[in-house]
């Protein structure tokens, strides 16, 4: 006897039941506060921030929370708020050269103007497994400066004062466009690219401009310079007449300089990569300026002849809230198809058998 | 992209001797085509057409025209500007200056640069054909011989597969391919295989001009013969009108009526294919001529 | 599941902002305007993943209103998890009622199916679209299929339907099977089996398709010609089923087989779990159904 099996709105019942029961786990070890997790699992809200596009970390501390430590669930989450958040309106463009910088580093000049500062790095650290941080050891205070750092300029401006680098993009006349407001056309103009880039997953942009480093498609390419530190944000107030800043934000800005032989479309000169994104994320900020790089081949005037050179590829590809549910669709029922599939497969087995009986060639020519 | 390493190479021996295959005379193959003879239009005529690749010349300020039913073979020395001549005037590559024109079927002139779209793309799957040198780019190497020919009949409308199958099987023979190879596909055939497949693929809808870019180019001697053979067949047969650009002057023997010769991107000499190369009357294509011809 | 609590968030009626619903009913009238051709469309992110439905629901979120009656089946199910799942969603965020009976309902929500019931005037179908490019699998450039849609360039289609039987001796697409909508645009179906291509054709219900991820929205308006792409020799057929429904009898729909033991034990139910409940309330009843189970 056979039942048509009910019950689907119970069984999810129980199974959200049961996830909660699991991300909550042991109940006497003390539930996670977001302090504690906006605190000392920093790196992990700035990445839920930047590909979650949203600047919030007590939401991106929660996303991680309820996300059981899964990313790519965390940055979902904080999307999927964003999306129904109200459009205010659109900030002034962030001015990254008055950045307050706590890291500021360049590959192609010893000294400049503003110094180098490693800040909170990895860099240099012994990636040996410290038993201390097991426990609660006391922490020292960092150092700090004295006084108000110096502007630090640009590696880019000072490359650009000698006219040996492309300028900035033409300052844009018309707004930017705005990846979550329109469709995305291809081919697309570097505005939205930047925009997919920014927060697009940080694995596939960081493989993909490893395959840069390694031939596919080479850039020459040349750490200029990385800061991180926080801008203000303003916003013009057209009451008022001016703009207004209304906080600041945490950056992680890489200009990359890529040398560059002219082509027909341009003069020999070197040209830039850009990555831009929120929080400390320096991999990331890296990756997306030799990728932005690598898709400019079309405007260069470079063959394209590598994946990461292709846009459409790259940016259809970039996004992992909609790589991870396409990928996990695939466990929803397909009862329908796979049936008319497993029909399909029964006919030509019965076709190929009856063929094979009567002696016919048995590569299936049709008739 | 242009380099296809496609440097004039000498043969010892012109393809099947110099003496053996005497040239077709001018448009003998028109029994049919004298209406067009009649109306004493090209088909086809550039004029003045340019071609700059930022500031280095492709080709520059060239004028031809193209009549029913004529072989033309463009030569010149590697990077002289002949397959950016042939793009130019087969609407693949847009020129700097200068105007492309065309006499439809209907007898209509029209600028091929002023088309839209969708008639460019519709001449070019019925009226015209297109050969590349290097068959995998004007195959699709994953659909069968078959599905190859057939392809153009259902872009324009064919909708019955015995029909489409059986005019397919036609063209692979007249190709030389055996009709049990109509479901294999290209991957499995040889170059030479691959070239004869390409041109049944741009011949099955009967079109009125073909463009080739090197056809023999990379295959060896004895296939290239093999080819050069068939096509002038085909060619005659079908009163085709041919632009062929060749860097080998033996090919252009055998196929061609006429020739245009191109040095710099520009055209220094144009004739009659014999005169041309009994008789040259440009330095640079005496030279062109004994160096290759007699070495 | 993820809608936070009241405090920390509000939700507008269909979980969508009135700028998002206005933007996607202006692609919807556009797509209803055009019938088969994809609109592009800014998809906002959801609070169910990418792939499971999303376009549908923002679809069915910009159309819906309080006096509506939703249906959501999945696989012609009602019960399946997703689309428990999607009926719930809306029910919370837009306080509807739902139904299970394809009679009742104003907007039926679908995956993979077209309810057997013939639908009506006034009532719309949303589908869920995972690929809403019938030539994606063709050719996988957005660029260039767009271009192919824009020139009616769609020769390739038939070159693979022409490879199915070349190969299989029939055409071997048994779903997401590509139609021409009222004779200009190929359309994919989404992955509904072909069996239910007929459905679509002069349907006097408006189809409506939303695609996610992919950002595209597309429709069919009632009474509009869907032609499914087939040969004159080998003509769109759909696939028939040996047995009738096992539950109520139903012959000439679509089944789902269902495995009963590890020894090879089958029976095929309907698919569409709403049909199949009518029937046998209505007295009818298959092999396998005993005296009075209604599930
Ligand atoms: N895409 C391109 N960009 C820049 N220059 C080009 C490009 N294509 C061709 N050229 C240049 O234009 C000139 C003519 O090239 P073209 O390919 O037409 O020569 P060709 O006569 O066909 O040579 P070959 O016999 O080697 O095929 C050459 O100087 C070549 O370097
Ligand atoms: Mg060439």
């Known amino acids: 006897m056979y039942v048509a099996v009910k019950g689907g709105e119970k069984a999810i019942r129980n199974a959200h039941r049961l996830l909660a029961d699991r991300r909550r786990g042991d109940r006497s070890v003390p539930a996670l506060t977001l302090t504690q997790i ?36 965390a940055i979902f989450l904080v999307r999927a708020y964003r999306t129904t958040l109200p459009r205010f309106g659109y900030s002034e463009p962030v001015d990254t050269g008055a950045m307050h910088i706590e890291r500021r580093i360049s590959a192609t000049y010893k000294d400049l103007p503003g110094g180098q500062m490693l800040g909170p790095t990895f860099d240099y650290t012994h990636r040996l497994l410290d038993p201390e941080l097991a426990g609660d050891a006391a922490v020292p205070d960092a150092e700090r400066r004295d006084g108000e750092p110096a502007r630090a300029m640009r590696v880019s401006d000072i490359l650009a004062q000698d006219g040996l680098i492309e300028g900035d993009c033409d300052a844009q006349t018309e707004m930017p466009g705005d990846i979550t407001r329109e469709p995305m056309e291809f081919p697309m103009e570097r505005d939205t690219r930047l925009q997919s880039l920014s927060r697009g997953d940080e694995g596939f942009l960081l493989a993909l401009a490893y395959s840069t480093q390694r031939g596919y498609a080479r850039s020459h390419p040349f750490a200029g310079e990385i800061r991180i530190g926080e801008v203000e944000v303003a916003v013009d107030m057209p009451e008022l007449g001016f703009a207004v800043t209304i906080g600041r934000v945490q950056l992680t800005e890489c200009q990359m300089i890529n040398q560059f032989k002219g082509s027909s479309k341009a ?32 405007e260069l005037g470079e063959d394209i002849v590598a994946p990461a050179q292709d846009e459409e590829f790259v940016i259809s590809h970039c996004d992992n809230v909609q790589a991870s549910g396409f990928v996990e669709h695939l466990k929803l029922p397909h009862y329908v198809d796979f049936q008319a599939e497993l029909e399909l497969v029964r006919t030509m087995r019965a076709e190929h058998e009856s063929r094979r009986d009567a002696g016919e060639p048995m590569p299936e020519a049709a008739e | 992209m242009m380099t296809q390493g496609d440097s004039v190479s000498p043969h010892p021996e012109p393809i099947e001797g110099r003496g053996e295959t005497a040239n077709p005379p001018l448009r003998q193959a028109q029994g049919d085509g004298l209406p067009a003879l009649a109306e004493e239009k090209p088909l086809l005529s550039a004029s003045g057409v340019s071609k700059f690749y930022g500031s280095r010349i492709g080709c520059e300020d060239v004028s031809i025209d193209i009549w029913p039913g004529e072989v033309v073979a463009v030569v010149g020395e590697s990077g002289s500007g002949k397959t950016t001549l042939l793009n130019c005037i087969s609407t693949r590559l847009m020129p700097t200056t200068g105007t492309v ?18 008639e460019r793309r519709f001449l070019m799957r019925t009226d015209w054909g297109f050969v590349h040198q290097n068959p995998a780019d004007g195959l699709r190497m994953t659909v069968s011989a078959g599905a190859n020919v057939g392809e153009r009949l259902m872009a324009t409308g064919a909708r019955h597969y015995g029909n489409i199958r059986a005019t397919a099987g036609d063209w692979l023979g007249r190709v030389e391919i055996a009709e049990d190879r109509i479901d294999d596909q290209p991957r499995a055939f040889s170059g030479g295989m691959r070239q004869r497949l390409q041109i049944a693929r741009n011949l099955v809808t009967g079109p009125r001009l073909v463009f080739m870019d090197e056809p023999t180019g990379g295959l060896d001697v004895s296939v290239q013969a093999r080819l050069l053979d068939l096509l002038r067949g085909l060619v005659t047969d079908l009163g085709l009108a041919v632009v062929v650009v060749t860097h080998d002057l033996a090919v252009a023997r055998l196929l061609s009526h006429r020739m245009v010769v191109m040095k710099d991107g520009r055209v220094i000499e144009t004739g009659l294919t014999d005169r041309v190369l009994d008789d040259p009357r440009a330095p640079y294509t005496q030279l062109l001529v004994s160096s290759i011809l007699q070495a | 599941m993820t809608v936070q609590p009241t405090g920390l968030a509000d939700y507008n009626f269909a979980y969508l902002d009135e700028p998002t619903k206005r933007m996607i009913r202006r692609a919807i009238l556009k797509a209803i305007a055009i ?41 012609g199910a009602d019960d399946t998890t997703n689309a428990v799942s999607i009926r719930a969603f809306f029910a919370k965020v837009a306080e509807v009622s739902t139904t299970t009976s394809t ?51 769609y020769g390739l289609m038939h070159v693979k339907l022409y490879e199915d039987i070349a190969r299989n001796g029939h055409i071997a697409t048994t779903y997401a099977y590509p139609v021409k909508v009222e004779g200009r645009y190929v359309m994919d179906p989404s992955p509904t089996p072909k069996f239910d291509n007929p459905k679509m054709d002069q349907s006097e219900a408006l189809q409506l398709f939303g695609a996610g991820r992919e950002k595209r929205i597309y429709a069919v308006p009632p009474y509009t010609s869907v032609v499914s792409l087939d040969f004159e020799d080998y003509p769109f057929e759909v696939n028939r089923f040996d047995e009738p429904c096992a539950l109520c009898g139903a012959e000439g729909v679509y089944l789902d087989e269902v495995v009963l033991d590890d020894r090879g034990g089958r029976m095929f139910v309907c698919s569409d779990t709403d049909h199949c409940e009518k029937r046998r309330a209505a007295g009818h009843r298959g092999a396998m159904a005993s005296e009075g189970t209604l599930a």
């Open chain 2, 101 to 118: 024109a065309y006499r439809m079927r209907d007898g209509q002139i029209r600028d091929l640069y002023r088309m839209g779209e969708a």
């Open chain 1, 267 to 298: 003069p020999p000169q070197f040209t830039r990569g850009y990555g831009l994104v929120f929080g400390q994320s320096e991999r990331k900020a890296m990756a997306m300026a030799l990728c932005d790089r690598a898709m400019r081949a079309r």
């Open chain 1, 38 to 73: 906006t605190c000392q699992l920093a790196l992990a809200i700035d990445r839920v921030m930047s590909e979650g596009a949203l600047y919030d970390r007590d939401l991106a501390a929660l996303a991680v929370k309820q996300a059981r430590g899964d990313m790519i669930e």
């Open chain 3, 35 to 75: 019938p088969g051709y994809q609109v592009p469309f800014a998809s906002r992110e959801m609070p169910m993943p990418y792939g499971w439905g999303t376009g549908g629901v923002q679809v069915t979120a910009s159309i819906i209103g309080p006096d509506d009656t939703l249906k959501v089946i999945d696989q």
């Open chain 3, 103 to 153: 009679a009742e309902a104003t907007i039926i929500q679908t995956r993979h199916r077209i309810p057997e019931e013939t639908l009506g005037e006034g009532q719309v179908l949303v589908y869920q679209v995972p690929i809403p490019e019938p030539l994606r699998f063709l050719e996988p450039r957005e660029t260039e299929t767009r271009k192919m849609h824009a020139l009616e360039d």
